[in-house]
């Protein structure tokens, strides 16, 4: 079955101090996996997607399919990092539609 | 300068009447989907028109219909709204391509009295 599993429903961290939020997966096949974000009162926006193996705001994941993980990684958290952040998944041949994580939600505290 | 949007942003509705939620998009894009989100819940895909393509989730209740009558605009109708119902409704696009990420809109959020 596929599935994206965040184990924290909520991550507090203090301004500076390294953060990660997890994010299991469970896929038969080549995954496409993204991590979107979502700040108070606005949409959900992709933060950044593996394939593109891009630093976005500070924050990276890395695809590791030996432990069939795409953790999100920054090493100094700011204020404005605080918002919802989900996992997502794909499939090469599902036309783009995303299975969701059920999000983390990440508070920085000043 | 908002690619998609929905409308509108909050919906009542009571139990058992018909509602319908809209979305447009300037994006051109192939791919609408309507996702629910409940409280603290993962969004969920409900249905999405790959071009005039409907692909129904197999777990979606038939309480829940959609229309797209142009590339620009995809509906979401609720037939027989119960309690259950209420939710967050976000609409989404893409180019439908795997490694394409989702547009989002603002949802709609749908109380049902």
């Known amino acids: 079955a596929q599935r994206v599993t965040q184990p924290e429903k909520l991550l507090s961290v203090f301004k500076g101090a390294p953060v990660e939020l997890k994010c299991n997966y469970s896929?038969?096949?080549?995954?496409?996996l993204f991590w979107y974000v979502q700040y108070s009162r606005q949409r959900l926006q992709l933060l950044l997607r593996?394939?593109s193996r891009e630093s976005i705001k500070g924050f990276t994941a890395d695809l590791n399919k030996g432990e069939t993980s795409f953790h999100l990684k920054k090493p100094f958290a700011q204020e404005e990092d605080s918002a919802m952040y989900y996992c997502?998944?794909?499939?090469?041949?599902?036309?783009?539609?995303?299975?969701f994580g059920q999000g983390t939600e990440l508070s920085v505290k000043p | 300068d908002a690619m998609v949007i929905q409308n509108p942003r909050y919906q009542v509705t009571q139990f058992g009447k018909p509602v319908t939620l809209s979305c447009s998009q300037t994006?051109?894009?192939?791919?609408m989907y309507w996702y629910q989100q409940k409280s603290s819940q993962a969004p969920k895909l409900l249905f999405h028109?790959?071009?005039?393509?409907?692909?129904n989730e197999a777990d979606t209740p038939d309480n829940f219909q959609s229309r797209r009558p142009n590339t620009s605009f995809c509906f979401l109708d609720i037939r027989s709204p119960g309690l259950g119902d209420a939710a967050m409704y976000l609409c989404?696009?893409?180019?439908?391509?795997?490694?394409?990420?989702?547009?989002f809109g603002n949802g709609t959020r749908l109380t049902v009295t």
């Open positions: 989404a696009t893409s180019r439908g391509t795997g490694e394409s990420p989702l547009h």
């Open positions: 896929y038969s096949g080549s995954p496409e």
């Open positions: 593996h394939i």
């Open positions: 997502a998944l794909t499939g090469h041949n599902q036309g783009g539609k995303l299975i």
């Open positions: 994006l051109n894009h192939n791919v």
């Open positions: 028109y790959y071009d005039k393509d409907f692909n």
